[in-house]
């Protein structure tokens, strides 16, 4: 279970990236972050490993509070919540299996990571992970030539390899065309359904949110405005987590690709036209 008691952010900068927030996220739940740039989702999710220090009230994740772990307690801890980037964070020069081993790496002696000596447990361990994503095929090939879903399908196996109890996503589908984005938004889904990890996802387009979560927060301005169930999201709420901006939907920017796509078409089929007349 992850809590927000009275949870604050001020960075030293005077900005407050969080203010006064509550929250209970029990285990299993897929819950999705939604807002505008500069909300705090990134501020929000962080502060649950301690990528970012909150400055007031307490983040606790099982009853413990995450501000009294240091040192050791503190990699410990990390050990059990993943964490996903939009940009991957792989070694793309390595293959995805060397990759996925590397979540291994903090058991493990300082030779063996020298010299890469994995065991055979921890070589099935990395398969059955890559298994579960789906790209078992791609074992052996270096990351550098998978496509942008595949790669962050790696960083999904790497993640699922240090068998975390939480994955915190932050923007992990964002820099993927609409479809990937939807083949790693179900990813997430199985995974949640199958493993009962629970999921807290920043997630930039509304429509996926609601496709795939189960429970939805909205933040604006640090304070969070909306918490509950996809299915209560109306227009409404909406307007007032954006701020009454259009929202960012996935489907709209497919729609957007093809009718350039197309008005791209139509300019070429004119210029051959013209060529042909002439
Ligand atoms: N290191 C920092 N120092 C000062 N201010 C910061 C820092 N990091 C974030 N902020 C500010 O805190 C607020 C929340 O930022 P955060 O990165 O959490 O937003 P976000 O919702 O993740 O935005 P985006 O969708 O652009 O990723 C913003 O006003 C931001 O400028
Ligand atoms: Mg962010």
Do not use: W
């Amino acid at each position: 279970m992850i809590e927000f008691v009275h949870a604050g952010k001020t960075y030293p900068n005077g900005v407050q990236g969080l203010k006064d927030v509550n929250l209970t996220i029990e285990q299993g739940e897929f819950v999705a972050i939604i807002g505008l740039s500069g909300a705090g989702k990134s501020t929000l999710i962080r502060t649950i490993n301690r990528m970012i220090d909150a400055t007031a009230g307490k983040v606790l994740v099982d009853g413990v509070d995450v501000m009294s772990l240091h040192g050791k307690a503190l990699r410990r801890f990390r050990r059990h919540i993943g964490m996903i980037f939009q940009s991957f964070n792989l070694v793309t020069r390595s293959t995805v299996i060397k990759n996925v081993l590397t979540s291994m790496v903090p058991d493990m002696s300082f030779f063996r990571v020298l010299f890469g000596i994995f065991s055979r447990q921890q070589e099935m361990a990395a398969l059955a992970a890559l298994d579960k994503v789906g790209i078992l095929d791609k074992a052996y090939t270096r990351c550098d030539q998978l496509s942008g879903g595949q790669q962050q399908r790696v960083a999904l196996a790497r993640t699922l390899n240090q068998n975390p109890s939480i994955i915190l996503a932050d923007e992990p589908v964002a820099a993927l065309d609409p479809v990937t984005a939807n083949q790693v938004m179900s990813d997430f889904r199985r995974i949640n359904q199958e493993m009962n990890i629970t999921i807290l996802i920043n997630i930039h387009h509304v429509d996926l949110a609601l496709d795939f979560a189960d429970r939805v927060i909205g933040i604006r301005a640090g304070e969070i405005v909306y918490d509950g169930p996809v299915g209560s999201v109306t227009q409404e709420v909406l307007d007032s987590i954006y701020n009454g901006a259009p929202v960012p939907k996935v489907a709209d920017e497919q729609t957007a690709k093809a009718a350039a796509e197309i008005a791209a078409l139509k300019a070429s089929l004119n210029t051959s036209a013209k060529e042909a007349q002439g």
